[in-house]
């Protein structure tokens, strides 16, 4: 299932993210090869954190890496049980002393913003094949913001696509991402 699953990150990675520019930082990451994808076999929160600490203290060894995802696909299916676990994430990547160095940036298969219906198109911005946490360097982050016209915009430009586009167009998107020839 490992495979499989970096197999279908990159697949959405690719055929989401930066085709839809949701991300207009992504395409040079991906081009220079820079994301690292690594499948977490945790089912428990406690576990999850420590691999996500784990990955933190290997960005820190390997400064060439700009950006890891973390996919879970063996627990967080349930959305709420996801959200308890970034949140403890979030705690512990301040606690841990990673806070200003990186952020993390969270997808799930049925992610719903807190002030959205799940039927809302928006959602597929953070909808992704799998659970997963999204560790970002603070430092490139800002450094790309930066050197971006208008970065506030960002948001706003992906919910008005993805509203555009409409809930069937991304729900299709996303299950082709997991069909085995992607």
Not at 3 to 14: D, F, K, L
Not at 26 to 41: F, G, L, M, Q
Not at 46 to 73: G, H, K, N, S, Y
């Amino acid at each position: 299932m490992t495979n499989i699953a970096i197999s279908q990150t990159r697949e959405w990675v690719s055929s989401v993210i930066v085709k839809y520019n949701f991300c207009p930082f992504a395409r040079k990451e991906v081009e220079n090869n820079c994301i690292h994808y690594i499948v977490s076999p945790a089912a428990s929160v406690d576990d999850a954190v420590m691999d996500m600490l784990e990955q933190c203290v290997e960005l820190d060894r390997e400064p060439e890496r700009e950006t890891t995802l973390i996919m879970f696909d063996n627990g967080f299916s349930d959305f709420e049980d996801f959200l308890d676990l970034v949140d403890l994430a979030n705690a512990l990547l301040v606690a841990q002393g990673f806070e200003g160095k990186y952020q993390i940036a969270n997808f799930h298969p049925d992610y719903v913003f807190a002030d959205s219906d799940e039927t809302d198109a928006a959602n597929y911005t953070n909808r992704a094949p799998f659970p997963t946490l999204h560790l970002i360097r603070e430092a490139s982050m800002s450094e790309a913001l930066d050197s971006y016209n208008e970065p506030e915009s960002i948001p706003e430009h992906n919910i008005n696509l993805a509203r555009r586009k409409g809930i069937d167009f991304w729900q299709q998107l996303l299950e082709g991402c997991k069909k085995p020839s992607a």
